[in-house]
């Protein structure tokens, strides 16, 4: 089956079985069973699957993945296997994408994409590299990878990287030079003319300038030119430029040794430099490649010419961006999580059964336990009512703040007001919202004189029931940061989800139950959204806009909008069971963070939110996870607390550290048309885009098919007069940068349910 590329990519750590991607079904996702533990500075790993494929989504984050190189191969270092080392192709391979520094987003122009599997284009693998510049802190699994999506229609236009690579200089860089200049240049041979549309640049420490240039017929023309110490984002041309046969191609990259004292060599290395410049360009599809054997230019092939008549704009310093230095720049730390504490009781007195935790607008961790009491088997009858109706005695909250190490208690309230905790929420008004699956009641609560005071209640104490008046055993609440609405997951019996305006009024809900004797056996995941099987804990984003419902049974996180449109899920990926229950899920700064809640399955998960997709996962290694039921991550999200039940009345809080996460990021490039006009809504059949979706993420290749893929949202012509629109981004949260294997490729074409 042939097929093209769309090109959705930004970042990847991948590792897959290397399964034929045209033997799956639509939409079907390829995800490695390997997970990886970086062990050792400067880990390569590669992973390569049959292709034909196309569409590249990739997921990662600087943090954990220094870069990624997405190469498709005749003939691939090995086949259908993973693999760690440098080695990526046998034959010459092309360049299909590369990533480094929480580059954002990129849509290729309408009409163009990548091809892949067919005679003609040399492509029968993608091998997917990825580098990990520094071993993990605590034993974490990274599962980064990308998402290929395919079309089977040809677009009008075809994709290509070509890349200008320096030599390995053997007289290196010598020290205490501030502007020392590599050149690259090498004359266009095709009949075939190509468009550039976008281009990345790559150095590391010492690089300050990064540059190329076309000479042609009318004289000097700009390609590109950027700052590699700025996150390395695909940049869109500035104007529509032609490279036609016997045009002569030029790079540079200026390097400022001033702060060495010793030569530094290109290398693959943290302690060495690179000199990369990556244009990314398209041509018409009814012509020959140009570049059948893939686009490099690693010679200085007229330096003469270019020492004495490159552009001056292409060798002048941008002026200072403090924020996207800031951003890019590697605080040398690895990225990690580590084991805190442990917390059982507090000045004498033991922690129940731990079914809530909270933050208050002050920063203070909020338990919500169950003291002595504890949910067993004879805790309801057959009707759903609740046997002990005398409240808890003692304090079912306790509000801790953490000094140093540990856990401090600063307030406690709950005496005799409880009967079976479950959820509890806070909103910036620090007013407490609880449910008791005792009572099936949903209260909202004001701190006054150091005890919670009922504001109003919603459901009727200790009647269980389905309709606008009633729950049954409701499992948690959340509210919308935007206006205060109230959303309910009614989770045990009714497995609905309930929306109230601020003041309790009802104004809607949605869900049905998952029945097994209808809809089959629980899926595990990827079941019709909407279908709970136990909705147990609901967490709302920053905007009030998404919903993340964890479905328990069903092992998923369920994301709709804020009035129930069902959007997607978080899910164990294709063909694999991570996990086979989610108890509890957060989101927070563009993450979601959920643990299973079994014994045997000791994770605590982090996926992309926008990109519904697993980025890694955390194993504690001092203190084995038993029965955890929530999980909350702190504010400035630098610690990740879980609450326990545990098989007796004593329940736990387990505290884990962040090491070097500076939390989420997400933007995106303007895209354009490739056949010169402005784009309108009707696209045309085989319409082809392609967007690179970064994130913190996945677990190798995945595979989706689509008839054709179009982009929503203003779009402009690549041949339009007035040229390339400028970017739209939001600059992320950066950690780079120890090292990069650029440099290989020229050396490689070289040569019961449980409560």
């Known amino acids: 089956m042939d097929m093209f590329a769309t090109g959705r990519n930004g970042a990847f750590c991948s590792t897959t079985n290397g399964r034929n991607a045209s033997s799956n079904n639509s939409g079907e996702r390829i995800y490695s069973s390997k997970m990886i533990n970086a062990f050792q500075n400067d880990e390569y790993v590669a992973t390569s699957i049959l292709s034909p494929a196309v569409g590249?989504?990739?997921?990662?984050?600087?943090?954990?993945?220094?870069?990624?190189?997405?190469?498709?191969?005749?003939k691939p270092f090995k086949e259908n296997q993973f693999w760690k080392g440098g080695q990526t192709c046998i034959t010459p391979g092309h360049i299909l994408y590369s990533w480094a520094r929480n580059a954002p987003s990129l849509f290729l122009p309408q009409g163009v994409g990548f091809s892949a599997g067919h005679p003609f284009d040399g492509i029968k693998y993608f091998v997917l590299q990825v580098?990990?510049?520094?071993?993990?802190?605590?034993?974490?699994?990274?599962?980064?990878?990308?998402?290929?999506?395919?079309?089977?229609?040809?677009?009008?236009?075809?994709a290509a990287v070509y890349l200008f690579v320096s030599e390995r200089l053997e007289s290196g860089i010598p020290p205490r030079v501030q502007n020392f200049v590599v050149n690259m240049s090498c004359s266009y041979r095709s009949r075939t003319p190509i468009f550039p549309f976008a281009f990345r640049t790559h150095t590391h420490s010492m690089g300050r300038v990064v540059s190329a240039a076309l000479k042609n017929e009318t004289g000097w023309n700009m390609?590109?030119?950027?700052?590699?110490?700025?996150?390395?984002?695909?940049?869109?041309?500035?104007?529509?430029?032609?490279?036609?046969?016997?045009?002569?191609l030029a790079a540079k990259c200026i390097f400022d040794s001033t702060g060495q004292n010793k030569t530094i060599y290109m290398g693959s290395t943290g302690a060495d430099e690179m000199c990369n410049f990556y244009m990314m360009y398209y041509w018409n599809a009814?012509?020959?490649?140009?570049?059948?054997?893939?686009?490099?230019?690693?010679?200085?092939?007229?330096?003469?010419?270019?020492?004495?008549?490159?552009?001056?704009?292409?060798?002048?310093?941008?002026?200072?961006?403090?924020?996207?230095?800031?951003?890019?720049?590697?605080?040398?730390?690895?990225?990690?999580?580590?084991?805190?504490?442990?917390?059982?009781e507090n000045e004498g007195e033991n922690l129940g059964q731990v079914s809530g935790l909270a933050f208050d607008p002050f920063g203070n961790l909020v338990i919500f336990h169950r003291a002595e009491r504890k949910w067993s088997e004879r805790s309801f009858d057959g009707s759903r009512n609740f046997v002990d109706k005398a409240p808890i005695k003692g304090s079912t909250v306790w509000v801790m703040k953490l000094e140093g190490k540990q856990l401090s208690r600063v307030a406690e309230y709950g005496k005799n007001q409880f009967f079976l905790p479950h959820g509890i929420h806070i909103n910036n008004k620090n007013e407490y919202f609880t449910t008791d699956v005792g009572a099936h009641l949903v209260t909202k609560w004001k701190i006054t004189a150091r005890s919670l005071k009922e504001l109003f209640t919603l459901g009727t104490k200790f009647v269980p029931g389905g309709d606008l008046e009633h729950f049954c055993l409701p499992t948690a609440v959340a509210t919308s940061p935007k206006d205060g609405s109230i959303y309910v997951s009614d989770g045990y019996c009714n497995s609905r989800i309930v929306k109230f305006a601020s003041n309790g009024k009802y104004l809607t809900h949605w869900g049905?139950?998952?029945?097994?004797?209808?809809?089959?056996?629980?899926?595990?995941?990827?079941?019709?959204?909407?279908?709970?099987?136990?909705?147990?804990?609901?967490?709302?984003?920053?905007?009030?806009?998404?919903?993340?419902?964890?479905?328990?049974?069903?092992?998923?996180?369920?994301?709709?909008?804020?009035?129930?449109?069902?959007?997607?899920?978080?899910?164990?990926?294709?063909?694999?069971?991570?996990?086979?229950?989610?108890?509890?899920?957060?989101?927070?700064?563009?993450?979601?963070?959920f643990v299973p809640g079994t014994e045997e399955n000791s994770h605590i998960f982090c996926a992309?939110?926008?990109?519904?997709?697993?980025?890694?996962?955390?194993?504690?290694?001092?203190?084995?996870?038993?029965?955890?039921?929530i999980i909350r991550?702190?504010?400035?999200?630098?610690?990740?607390?879980?609450?326990?039940?545990?098989?007796?009345?004593?329940?736990r809080v387990l505290q884990v550290r962040f090491h070097n996460c500076r939390g989420s990021f997400k933007f995106e490039i303007h895209g354009q048309n490739a056949d010169g006009l402005q784009e309108s809504e009707d696209l045309p059949e085989g319409a082809l885009s392609s967007k690179v979706a970064l994130g913190v993420i996945g677990g190798g290749f995945s595979i989706s098919r689509h008839r054709g893929l179009y982009r929503s949202g203003p779009q402009h012509s690549v041949l339009d007069r007035a040229g390339f629109k400028p970017l739209r981004m939001d600059y992320p949260s950066s950690e780079e940068d120890d090292s990069d294997d650029d440099d290989t490729v020229l050396s490689q074409i070289k040569s019961n349910p449980r409560f």
């Not at 802190?137 to 040809?154: C, S």
């Not at 991550?633 to 329940?651: L, Q």
């Open 223 to 248: 390609i590109g030119k950027s700052n590699p110490q700025w996150p390395q984002v695909f940049n869109s041309l500035k104007s529509p430029i032609v490279i036609k046969n016997g045009d002569l």
């Open 56 to 74: 590249f989504e990739p997921i990662a984050e600087a943090s954990r993945v220094h870069h990624i190189l997405l190469y498709g191969c005749r």
């Open 512 to 593: 049905d139950p998952y029945d097994s004797s209808i809809d089959g056996p629980y899926p595990v995941g990827r079941g019709t959204l909407g279908l709970f099987a136990l909705p147990h804990d609901i967490t709302v984003d920053e905007e009030g806009s998404r919903i993340y419902v964890a479905d328990r049974e069903n092992a998923r996180v369920q994301i709709f909008d804020s009035n129930g449109g069902a959007i997607g899920e978080i899910s164990n990926p294709p063909n694999q069971t991570l996990f086979k229950k989610l108890y509890s899920a957060h989101y927070i700064g563009g993450d979601v963070y």
């Open 633 to 651: 991550v702190s504010p400035d999200k630098k610690f990740i607390y879980v609450g326990e039940t545990t098989k007796n009345a004593r329940g």
């Open 608 to 629: 992309k939110a926008d990109l519904h997709t697993l980025l890694y996962s955390y194993i504690p290694t001092d203190v084995k996870l038993q029965m955890t039921h």
């Open 131 to 158: 580098h990990y510049a520094s071993p993990f802190n605590g034993k974490v699994l990274d599962y980064a990878g990308v998402t290929i999506d395919y079309i089977e229609e040809r677009p009008p236009y075809l």
């Open 286 to 344: 009814e012509m020959d490649d140009p570049f059948p054997s893939g686009g490099i230019c690693f010679l200085a092939e007229s330096e003469e010419v270019v020492n004495k008549e490159y552009p001056a704009e292409g060798l002048s310093r941008l002026p200072l961006h403090p924020e996207l230095e800031h951003k890019a720049k590697n605080n040398g730390q690895s990225f990690g999580i580590t084991e805190g504490f442990v917390l059982d």
